[in-house]
């Protein structure tokens, strides 16, 4: 998995409080993608960005869920008062470019709520 | 829509044995087709691929997989496994865009 650099390995929050997961691309992908993996199933699409842009945030939840891939800088994932029903692992992804290239994976964030 | 089933959960198999990981996938449209391996509190690796060309994939590591169209199948296999090759599989589906659609994945598990 060399390339795609995700932090922290391990988050844990207490209800209510906010979680930053943050992702950086390998070197010369633009774009990056998010995924949810919950215990015992595979992984969900969740938003693709390119830089400064949200292209598809079809699998985002409406509410307390953001993401961002600024021009400088990581791209980050941000969930607001988080729920027990928040706990995953979050996968990013990158690309050079979407069409058949295969996207890269980085380890992930595994989130633990209290 | 899209989607991938990956009928088996576990797959224990013993050391230096045959196995087979079936992958079955549905989509009204051309397809691309990816096995990933994920090892314990690690990412997903690219095992192999099929884009186009050759139905019979193969990876640097002993795995390969066969594209069957008239099956809607992409089942993955190796003639011997190793101790090493714990870890869980999980095939994805693309139809040529972004969205990849994952199976829930088969924990091989190599028995010595």
């Known amino acids: 998995n060399a390339g795609v650099m995700q932090n922290p390995r391990h988050l844990v929050r207490r209800r209510g409080q906010e979680a930053r997961l943050r992702c950086s691309p390998m070197k010369g992908h633009s774009h990056v993608y998010w995924y949810r993996q919950l215990p015992e199933e595979g992984l969900k699409f969740m938003v693709y960005?390119?830089?400064?842009?949200?292209?598809?945030e079809s699998g985002m939840p409406k509410e307390r869920f953001s993401a961002e891939f600024p021009k400088e800088g990581p791209s980050i994932l941000r969930i607001q008062q988080v729920v027990r029903g928040d706990s995953a692992a979050y996968f990013c992804?990158?690309?050079?470019?979407?069409?058949?290239?295969?996207?890269?994976f980085g380890d992930g964030t595994r989130l633990s709520i209290l | 829509a899209q989607s991938v089933t990956q009928l088996d959960s576990q797959v224990p198999v013993f050391e230096e044995a045959p196995v087979e990981l079936r992958c079955n996938y549905s989509?009204?449209?051309?397809?691309?087709l990816f096995w990933y391996v994920q090892y314990p509190n690690q990412g997903l690796q690219l095992l192999l691929k099929?884009?186009?060309?050759?139905?019979l994939v193969e990876s640097i590591n002993g795995f390969e997989a066969e594209f069957n169209k008239s099956q809607t199948s992409f089942h993955l296999r190796k003639p011997s496994v190793h101790i090493s090759d714990t870890a869980e599989y999980f095939c994805?589906?693309?139809?040529?865009?972004?969205?990849?659609?994952f199976g829930t994945g088969t924990r091989l598990k190599v028995l010595a």
């Open positions: 992804a990158s690309s050079p470019q979407y069409s058949n290239q295969p996207q890269h």
């Open positions: 989509s009204s449209v051309s397809v691309y």
């Open positions: 994805a589906v693309s139809s040529g865009t972004y969205k990849y659609i």
């Open positions: 099929y884009l186009s060309g050759s139905t």
């Open positions: 960005l390119q830089k400064e842009n949200i292209i598809d």
